[in-house]
């Protein structure tokens, strides 16, 4: 797939051009800002998130299959808990989740274990490189072999409301920027910002995999998600362009600018 | 808008469709495909169809200009036919067989894969969606293209207001005021058009491709600063009043007034090198004699005035002041004006304007003369004497880093191919472009640099700070651009910086001359990450002391 010469210049001048729905969603956003909205408080079923997230949902029966492996009942009910964890902490509601659910967000289960590649092979920790090695899904790269970033797992069990594609805000502009633009974000949804974060390498390798293989559908599939790791040189991690030649890791100084490289809020 | 009052495409069958007419094959239903498979074969089939044409028009040129039917027709006259038809038009035949062959191919893949329906429907959907882009893509552009010329035609009526000093009446005010309201009438329209992110693909893409060819026909590309230089001055220009532009060696002056003279003009200029060696005769013309008569020979420059071309008079700060009161009267004249030529009294009346180039002030030219003050404020009275530097210097983002993004829209034009894109995957396209980006950063530093030098005297003393002295050797955008164009060649697979070298060190190698630029434009290089890995001698500059570059690699 080549690429779009534009591509290297289009950042110093994002107001040349607006699509329609960019115009809808800045005036939607005003809009809410202004009337100061806020979550109503109502008891949240599980279901009704399913329901809600419809494809977007990635749970128990989508992670099993994905992962190769059945969640143990200890597992489920950790899930469950988590879950309900979440939604208190963050004030999560049938209507901020339905809002979510129509700005692009997924939800999606993590869990710490995969099974191995072979039906013999030992179940192993969820990290880029054994998500490498069962899923012949990644682009031919061998620099992060021996990064530290590659070798690092899942801590456990645990939910992630994430946008699928990037926050259209937050291309081109340097990492720095686009942090404030995740606080912004986290503002005008009346979240916390210490809820709302930039993925993990691993998180997003996973997301966009699991995502692949239960609803054989590329996300990211030309932008990267800038991650909150360094590689060893100092340099930011981002992942993505998962194209049909496979998932990449690029690494980039917190001051470059690039117009596919933004963030996805994650909370 | 409404689909309706979109601009007709026309419906002519896809290229897959005529490739099955031709070969008389029919779709034939296959293995079921799934959506992955059946997206990477349509996108596979659009870039066959896309090169399918490009290899169409070079099989006919090395056929001598025969269309298909034409080939057909002599291969069906036999073999002797069509070797007489190459020995008479001289043509290559290993090359007629070899595009022959590749077309043949191509249309084979195209054929094996458009007949299984579901990849030709699949195309042809897109084909379609394409088709309504395209629409929607030009109704947009026409919009803007005629909110530019009214804008322009309401500028040049006041300036015609200006020019004679008088009022305007109430019929030409009526006509004004249907300016400005048909402008209000086009913003809106534009305001209200809806853009989908396909149709700003399409119209980035055009962007790119109108940039290409204007590098092409013209080397010159019009990029926002130019743009809005020459809707200052075209309006002055189009009344025959002359304009200066002024700027550094290499800012692309006379680029821009030839530019100017054939786009925005519709004429060739005549340009007219200047020299402190200038003759009179240059300029007005001289006698000579013609069988056994007494003649008088006018110049190209008078040539040109009378068959109402533009003039660029190049360098013209070099003309000695005596001569430059020639022209005196002449900068005064314009549209509807009648200039009576000194010598021969010929009435000539003036159609064109006369444009001027002037290097700014730098040591190099402290010696040689300088524009007489009489004859810069005849241009200033005129389209205005204006100062042309290097693309975007001085820009800044909104944090005070220097940007360049003119500078990279016209290289990223020179990457490009034809349909704007450039031969890279989307993995490669980080690192190529954090590389790109480095080294217009580096041009810029050293472009800068040799702009405050030549300001400021270019004394070597004067570098100070971070600021580096450059007496006479800078990187042009022409150096920037043929550059990329090395690049591209090599199909990206070259390091930037090892091109850097060869097409712009190793060819600017003359016997030591301007060293001390040279060693400044390493340091720069360096200093924006380019030749992290490369000798000292690999250089081959005079004086280039091995261990500074090391210590500027960070080596020592």
Redesign the interface.
């Known amino acids: 797939?080549?690429?779009?010469?534009?591509?290297?210049?289009?950042e110093?001048?994002p107001d040349k051009?607006?699509?329609?729905?960019q115009e809808k969603v800045a005036k939607a956003l005003a809009g809410a800002k202004k009337e100061g909205l806020t979550p109503v408080k109502e008891s949240l079923d599980f279901s009704e998130v399913q329901e809600i997230f419809g494809q977007d949902f990635i749970g128990i029966k989508e992670v099993e299959q994905f992962t190769g492996r059945s969640l143990t009942l200890e597992e489920q009910r950790i899930a469950e808990e988590k879950w309900h964890k979440k939604v208190e902490e963050q004030g999560l509601t049938k209507e901020s989740l339905e809002r979510l659910k129509q700005e692009g967000f997924m939800v999606v289960l993590r869990v710490g274990k995969l099974a191995g590649k072979e039906k013999k092979d030992k179940e192993m920790p969820v990290t880029i490189k054994n998500l490498r090695q069962k899923f012949p899904l990644f682009?031919d790269?061998d620099w992060y072999d021996n990064e530290q970033f590659a070798g690092e797992a899942l801590s456990g069990i645990d939910w992630g409301i994430v946008k699928k594609e990037l926050l259209d805000e937050s291309k081109s502009k340097n990492w720095d920027e686009q942090q404030e633009i995740l606080k912004a974000w986290a503002d005008t949804h009346g979240v916390d910002q210490k809820f709302v974060r930039r993925r993990t390498p691993t998180e997003v390798a996973y997301d966009i995999l699991a995502y692949f293989q239960v609803r054989?559908e590329r996300i990211l599939e030309?932008d990267?998600d800038w991650t909150s790791v360094q590689s060893s040189g100092g340099r930011f991690v981002?992942v993505g362009?998962f194209?049909?030649?496979g998932l990449?890791v690029?690494h980039?100084?917190r001051?470059?600018r690039?117009s596919?490289?933004g963030v996805c809020p994650a909370r | 808008m409404a689909k309706e009052s979109l601009p007709h495409i026309p419906n002519i069958p896809t290229t897959p469709e005529r490739v099955l007419r031709e070969k008389k094959t029919e779709t034939k239903e296959a293995k079921p495909l799934s959506a992955e498979q059946i997206k990477e074969q349509v996108t596979e089939l659009f870039e066959l169809s896309s090169a399918r044409a490009e290899a169409g028009k070079h099989t006919r040129e090395a056929w001598g200009g025969l269309t298909k039917e034409e080939r057909e027709e002599l291969k069906s006259k036999g073999e002797d036919a069509v070797v007489a038809h190459i020995e008479t038009a001289r043509l290559d035949p290993e090359l007629v067989e070899f595009r022959e062959t590749t077309l043949k191919e191509y249309d084979d893949r195209i054929a094996e894969l458009s007949s299984n329906p579901q990849v030709l429907d699949a195309y042809k959907n897109r084909f379609g969606e394409l088709k309504e882009t395209l629409a929607r893509t030009v109704s947009y552009e026409h919009l803007r293209h005629e909110e530019d010329a009214v804008d322009k035609a309401e500028q040049k009526l006041r300036k015609l207001y200006e020019g004679v000093g008088r009022a305007p009446g109430p019929i030409e005010r009526k006509k004004l005021t249907a300016f400005s309201d048909r402008k209000k009438e086009v913003e809106e329209e534009l305001k209200g058009f809806e853009l989908d992110s396909k149709t700003i693909d399409m119209l980035r893409r055009r962007e790119v491709r109108r940039m290409q060819h204007d590098l092409e026909r013209y080397s010159f590309a019009e990029t926002e600063s130019r743009r809005e230089l020459i809707r200052q001055v075209l309006p002055d220009l189009l009344q025959g009043a002359p304009v200066l532009f002024q700027g550094e060696t290499g800012s692309g002056k006379s680029q821009l007034a030839k530019y100017i003279s054939e786009r925005y003009l519709g004429k060739t200029p005549t340009i007219v090198s200047v020299s402190e060696q200038i003759k009179e005769s240059q300029i007005m013309g001289s006698r000579g004699l013609e069988a056994g008569q007494t003649v008088f020979n006018y110049s190209e420059f008078v040539k040109a005035q009378k068959e109402g071309r533009p003039v660029i008079l190049d360098e013209v700060n070099l003309m000695p002041h005596e001569f430059a009161g020639l022209l005196h009267d002449l900068l005064q004249k314009r549209v509807g004006d009648v200039w009576v030529h000194p010598v021969t009294g010929e009435k000539i009346p003036i159609t064109a304007p006369i444009m001027a180039t002037a290097n700014l002030k730098s040591e190099r030219y402290k010696q040689r003369y300088e524009l007489d003050v009489a004859t810069l404020r005849r241009f200033i009275g005129g389209a205005g004497a204006r100062e042309i530097h290097y693309l975007d210097i001085g820009k800044k983002d909104t944090e005070g880093n220097p940007i360049a993004p003119e500078t990279l829209q016209i290289l990223s034009a020179v990457l490009a191919d034809r349909h704007g894109d450039i031969e890279w995957s989307e993995k490669e396209a980080m690192e190529k472009v954090e590389e790109l980006k480095r080294f217009v950063q580096a041009c810029r530093k050293i472009q800068e640099d040799f702009t405050l030098s030549i300001r400021e005297g270019g004394e070597e003393s004067l570098a100070r700070g971070d600021r580096l002295a450059f007496k006479e050797l800078v990187i042009t955008l022409k150096d920037q651009i043929e550059i990329m164009k090395a690049w591209k060649a090599s199909s990206f697979r070259e390091p930037l910086d090892s091109i850097v070298l060869r097409e712009f060190f190793h060819k600017a190698e003359i016997s030591g001359r301007a060293a001390k630029d040279r060693e400044n434009m390493i340091k720069v290089f360096i200093a924006n990450k380019l030749f992290q890995n490369t000798n000292p001698e690999d250089f081959k500059i005079q004086g280039l002391s091995p261990k500074a570059v090391r210590q500027w690699q960070g080596k020592e």
């Open positions: 797939m080549p690429f779009e010469a534009y591509k290297i210049y289009q110093y001048e051009y607006k699509t329609s729905t682009y790269q054989n030309k990267w981002c362009g194209g049909s030649d990449g690029a980039g100084t001051d470059f690039f596919t490289l």
